[in-house]
Every structure is written in structure tokens, then in C-alpha cells.
Nanobody, 122 residues
Framework: VQLQASGGGLVQAGGSLRLSCAAS????????LAWFRQSPGKEREFVAV????????TYAVPVKGRFTISRDNAKNTVYLQMNDLRREDTGVYYC????????????????WGQGTLVTVSS
């Protein structure tokens, strides 16, 4: 399984970005694809997860209502639409995959992409 994250960049507070995670190496039926983020000096934290099979989603409380995770099965791609960005959203965003279910701990994920940097300025 290979995951390739892209779409990060510099954005002003209140702005929007859309991250993409291109998945390859196998069919992903039964998998769960997630986004995590890590800020300097902080542990990697859960952002959102989606079931590849039925589209069920779960969000971390700080991003609920502002971020939307979605997938395009035909393109083998997962997206993270981020709106109303805040300075505290700054960090490296990683996509990850697991077969374990709707999980929120980094250690529960078996496959990781390389990360894409999001910087939100005030």
C-alpha cells in the first residue's frame, strides 16, 4: 500500500485548502483512510477518518463542522476539505490506512503517506 499526500500550502486564517491522498497498491474495500496532523513539539493527532466501503466518517472535535473528509473510489483518492482555517490548524498532515475500523490512534494505522505541510497565518 502506498499513500501520497498533497495539497498543503500557506493560507491566511479563515481561508480554505483541500488535501488529497492518492492510494495505490491494492483495492481498498474494507479499509479505513484517515488524516492525522502533527505540529512542532506536539504528538501526532487524529483529524478525520472515512470508511472506504460505505463512507462512514468521524471527526476530531477541533475540526468538526470545518473539515470534511471524502473519497473518490474511482480515483482511489481521499480528500480533506479544510474551511475556516485557524492558526492552530498549522502542521504536517498525514494520510494513513488501516483495516481495523474507525480508529483514532496513530498506532492503529499500518500505512502512512509522507505528509504535506499546512501553514495558516494570521
Amino acid at each position: 500500500v502506498q499513500l501520497q499526500a498533497s495539497g498543503g500550502g500557506l493560507v491566511q486564517a479563515g481561508g480554505s485548502l483541500r488535501l488529497s491522498c492518492a492510494a495505490s497498491g491494492r483495492t481498498f474495500s474494507g479499509y479505513f483512510l484517515a488524516w492525522f496532523r502533527q505540529s512542532p513539539g506536539k504528538e501526532r493527532e487524529f483529524v478525520a477518518v472515512i470508511s472506504w466501503t460505505d463512507g462512514t466518517t468521524t471527526y476530531a472535535v477541533p475540526v468538526k463542522g470545518r473539515f470534511t473528509i471524502s473519497r473518490d473510489n474511482a480515483k482511489n483518492t481521499v480528500y480533506l476539505q479544510m474551511n475556516d482555517l485557524r492558526r492552530e490548524d498549522t502542521g504536517v498532515y498525514y494520510c494513513a490506512a488501516t483495516v481495523g475500523g474507525i480508529l483514532q490512534l496513530p498506532g492503529d494505522y499500518d500505512y502512512w503517506g509522507q505528509g504535506t505541510l499546512v501553514t495558516v497565518s494570521s
